[in-house]
């Protein structure tokens, strides 16, 4: 039940993360306030991400490979719960 519950969040979690990179990456300009609430919950996570491996420059845009390396954390995240719980 708890693992249940635990993972739900994570997946949750990982949806936001989702939607903060595409709209991110369409929504050019003034963020709109849900847009802000996203990164607010977010950024903290994703940050000690972003200082493993910082945004690389490729062309005229950044990559940033911090989302990829927290899906691959949470999913070990998830898999451990299942494990224990």
Request: aromatic residues 14%; hydrophobic residues 55%; glycine residues 8%.
């Amino acid at each position: 039940m708890l693992g249940n519950l635990i993972s739900t969040v994570i997946e949750v979690f990982k949806y936001m993360v989702l939607i903060r990179l595409f709209a991110n990456l369409f929504m050019q300009g003034s963020q709109p306030r849900w847009l802000q609430i996203l990164e607010e919950y977010t950024e903290p996570v994703l940050a000690p991400f972003r200082r493993l491996i910082p945004p690389i420059m490729m062309g005229g845009a950044y990559l940033d490979f911090s989302p990829v390396l927290l899906f691959i954390g949470l999913g070990f995240l998830q898999t451990f719960i299942r494990i224990l719980l």
